[in-house]
Nanobody, 123 residues
Framework: QVQLVESGGGSVQAGGSLRLSCEVS????????MAWFRQAPGKEREGVAYITSGGTTRYADSVKGRFTISKDNGKNTLYLQMNSLLPEDTAMYYC?????????????????WGQGTQVTVSS
């Protein structure tokens, strides 16, 4: 089982930026799909972005052009750069991993999850 530890959350004003990190317990280049999800109070968990082992990325429409997912294979770390933050971005953010042959923004396909890091954006 892959261990995932998120960090970098915090409180910012609208328009601000944050960078989330997710430290991975094994060689990240071996993991086919890494993703970020978020869950706001009273809402379902939603996919934010994913990146494949080959570097292909996909984003939810709500964050396109504002968020960037990336990874550092040497540091076994996944990142989420979040710019132009909006109050509706407020949520607990989770990183997730799955091995296999496809990626998706559906949470049900992911087998390993971190504990989450809170992001709060005030207006």
């Amino acid at each position: 089982q892959v261990q995932l530890v998120e960090s970098g959350g915090g409180s910012v004003q609208a328009g601000g930026s944050l960078r989330l990190s997710c430290e991975v317990s094994e060689y990240i280049y071996r993991i086919y799909c890494m993703a970020w999800f978020r869950q706001a109070p009273g809402k379902e968990r939603e996919g934010v972005a994913y990146i494949t082992s080959g570097g292909t990325t996909r984003y939810a429409d709500s964050v396109k052009g504002r968020f960037t997912i990336s990874k550092d294979n040497g540091k076994n770390t996944l990142y989420l750069q979040m710019n132009s933050l909006l109050p509706e971005d407020t949520a607990m953010y989770y990183c997730a991993a799955r091995s296999g042959d496809y990626c998706s923004l559906l949470s049900s396909i992911y087998t390993d999850w971190g504990q989450g890091t809170q992001v709060t954006v005030s207006s």
